[in-house]
Nanobody
Framework: VQLQASEGGLVRAGGSLRLICAAS????????VGWFRQAPGKEREFVAA????????LYSDSVKGRFTISRDDAENMVYLQMNSLKPEDMAVYYC????????????WGQGTLVTVSS
């Protein structure tokens, strides 16, 4: 599985940005998908996840109500819509895919920088 995240960008506080993760290779709808982020000097943290069928989603408390994760399995795309961005949202964002086929298969995208100016 290969995961390619779109370019992040610079956005002013209060603004919006959508990240896209294009999956390829052996990716399928059987993979749960998620977004993580890592701010300078901090550890990587969970942001949002979507179940294999997209039927359930999970968000960190820090982004709940502002971010929305979605997936388009026909196009093998994963999206993260980020609204009401705050300076503390500034980080490198990573998409992730995870599945279990007798053992765990876990893949990461290359990371994309989101900068939020105050």
């Amino acid at each position: 599985v290969q995961l390619q995240a779109s370019e992040g960008g610079l956005v002013r506080a209060g603004g919006s940005l959508r990240l896209i993760c294009a999956a390829s290779g052996s990716f399928s709808r059987n993979y749960a998908v998620g977004w993580f982020r890592q701010a300078p000097g901090k550890e990587r943290e969970f942001v949002a996840a979507s179940s294999r069928d997209g039927g359930s989603t999970l968000y960190s408390d820090s982004v709940k109500g502002r971010f929305t994760i979605s997936r388009d399995d026909a196009e093998n795309m994963v999206y993260l819509q980020m609204n009401s961005l705050k300076p503390e949202d500034m980080a490198v964002y990573y998409c992730n895919a995870d599945a279990w086929y007798g053992r765990q298969y876990n893949y990461w995208g290359q990371g994309t920088l989101v900068t939020v100016s105050s």
